[in-house]
């Protein structure tokens, strides 16, 4: 058998606790220390929940046309007053003036960054968000995303690549069907399932750059110092097995899951 | 699907890219989707659809129309059995269905209702069932199946159309972008109501040609799986220009087509995307 040096690599700890009712997440987690940024496409089933339990919610742009037209909706309830974003921020181009008029006059800050044709909206808003956290709760911060999946392939592909460009963020990326999230290659990942709101389908992918090494645990179908590659082999419709799935690669992976339960 | 014993990819160098002067030029074209009396008859395109398990976009009826060849990946039966007749609305919902019947239905089968299965296979579809295969995914087989089919050894006229690869699980969508990687030589689009998107291997220099009437403004390219070192295009709002494309870096997304044809060279296999009029 051939014994290789195993590097000594930070562990990061992945858990979507978030998605759980309050009354069943655990003590003392600082599970309801989210951010949430609601990008321009129909809200998921879950946005109630993932609103009212959120430290801080930011609209970016036409975000804030979604939640005005769609959360009373959701909540059978016609009181718009509610759900009101801390934050509505982006280049401002798809929210509705009447939109942001209401929002203004109940306290959202507008931040406009029309000036900034460089950047998508939700990369404004992942900055904004950086640059407003004192470095001593950094390690703590954690962005949910909606509506950065599905729609114009360009919009999903940009969103997705927020997540490699600001790496060192936790950012998660939801939707009706599924989250996605980073598993940077400089770390050791543990995912902890939890199995009443995620799961069994998940995937793991290299779209980055191959993978020439990654080794999992807890899926139905491990990955031993395997070689993933778009054009060759990557891992879909994987099932995990397990309460804790762990990752470790040579590349930088998009993890994803399936969501189930969620209302 | 996973192997059940997943082994390594084959190992060995990947092709040495081609010098950019020595690649054959590779034409594209959304003239599928322009409505039937814009074509030319026999254009020498042979079309095939593949619908698979998500929502019909649209314009289903006009390419179903269009191809030769109409697959259904398992749960996609369901899909055009409920879907035709709503996007028909003005015909009786038999008469659509038997008008829209899939040549085959394939896959394994655990999506499918057992109604739906039975409906078609009672109209003469034939009914594959693959559940013994898990190591490829329903897409993949149904691009295998259709150029198993197709006459001839050149596939160079075949185009593949394909409704539901994109929106819904994630990693169902980029094993259907895998599969775009898998068979470089076969044109296979995925449509959604928004957007297409299909592959311009590195192997070639691209032309494509933009049909207005349908489609942009809106398009990307993206380098999914492998950094591009060099990237150049014409007929772009931005055009690229030996440009380094990479997830982390840069890549193009949210661009503009201001030209009728665009052109793309790159040392790496590319996704190009375009946004679909309403």
């Not at chain 1, 963020?169 to 009706?176: E, P």
Request: aromatic share 6%; hydrophobic share 35%.
């Amino acid at each position: 058998m051939l014994w290789r040096t195993i590097r000594s690599m930070e562990v990061m700890a992945h858990s979507s606790n978030f998605l759980l009712p309050k009354l069943h997440q655990p003590a003392k987690t600082p599970a309801n220390n989210y951010t949430l940024v609601v990008l321009n496409q129909q809200l998921p089933r879950f946005m109630p929940r993932l609103w009212a339990q959120a430290k801080m919610r930011i609209c970016a742009d036409g975000g804030a046309n979604r939640v005005f037209d769609e959360m009373s909706q959701m909540k059978n309830d016609l009181d718009r007053n509610r759900y009101i974003p801390e934050i509505i921020e982006g280049d401002m181009d798809s929210i509705r003036p009447e939109v942001k008029r209401f929002y203004s006059s109940q306290g959202s800050k507008i931040s406009d960054k029309s000036h900034n044709q460089e950047t998508t909206d939700l990369h404004k808003c992942i900055s904004s968000i950086r640059h407003r956290t004192p470095d001593h709760e950094k390690p703590n911060l954690c962005v949910l995303v909606t509506g950065a999946l599905g729609g114009r392939f360009d919009h999903e592909a940009a969103n997705i690549n927020v997540l490699y460009v600001f790496s060192d963020m936790r950012i998660v990326l939801l939707s009706d069907d599924c989250l996605i999230q980073l598993l940077p290659k400089t770390h050791h990942h543990e995912i902890y399932i939890e199995s009443s709101v995620e799961g069994p389908h998940c995937g793991i992918f290299p779209i980055g750059a191959p993978s020439t090494s990654t080794t999992t645990t807890g899926l139905k179908w491990n990955l031993s110092d395997a070689e993933m590659r778009f054009g060759s082999m990557i891992s879909t419709s994987n099932i995990v097995d397990s309460d804790k799935v762990t990752v470790q690669s040579d590349a930088d992976l998009l993890w994803t899951i399936s969501l189930r339960n969620l209302t | 699907m996973e192997p059940h014993h997943p082994r390594r990819a084959p190992t060995g160098a990947m092709d040495p890219p081609t010098p950019a002067g020595a690649r054959p030029a590779m034409s594209h074209s959304s003239a599928f989707l322009l409505p039937s009396s814009a074509t030319p008859a026999g254009s020498g395109d042979a079309y095939a659809v593949v619908v698979l398990n998500q929502r019909l976009p649209r314009f289903a009826p006009l390419l179903w129309d269009r191809a030769q060849v109409r697959v259904c990946a398992d749960g996609g039966a369901n899909r055009v059995f409920d879907g035709m007749p709503e996007l028909l609305p003005g015909h009786a919902p038999d008469d659509v269905r038997s008008r829209y019947k899939p040549d085959v239905i394939k896959g394994d089968m655990d999506s499918v209702r057992p109604e739906v299965k039975e409906y078609y296979s009672n109209l003469g579809t034939k009914i594959v069932d693959q559940s013994h295969d898990q190591d490829t995914t329903d897409l993949h087989k149904c691009v295998a199946f259709i150029t198993d089919k197709s006459p001839g050894p050149d596939k160079s006229n075949l185009c593949i159309l394909v409704l539901g690869a994109l929106g819904g699980r994630f990693d169902h969508e980029m094993g259907n972008i895998n599969v775009l990687h898998l068979f470089p030589n076969i044109k296979i689009v995925l449509l959604s109501d928004d957007c297409l998107i299909f592959l311009l291997p590195r192997t070639h220099s691209h032309n494509i040609h933009i049909e207005r009437s349908v489609e942009g403004p809106h398009c990307g390219l993206i380098p999914i799986g492998t950094p591009s070192t060099s990237t150049t295009t014409t007929g772009l709002r931005w055009n690229l220009d030996n440009a380094h494309m990479s997830f982390g870096g840069l890549i193009s997304t949210s661009n503009i087509v201001d030209e009728d044809q665009v052109m793309v060279t790159s040392d790496s296999d590319l996704i190009w995307t375009i946004s679909l009029r309403h």
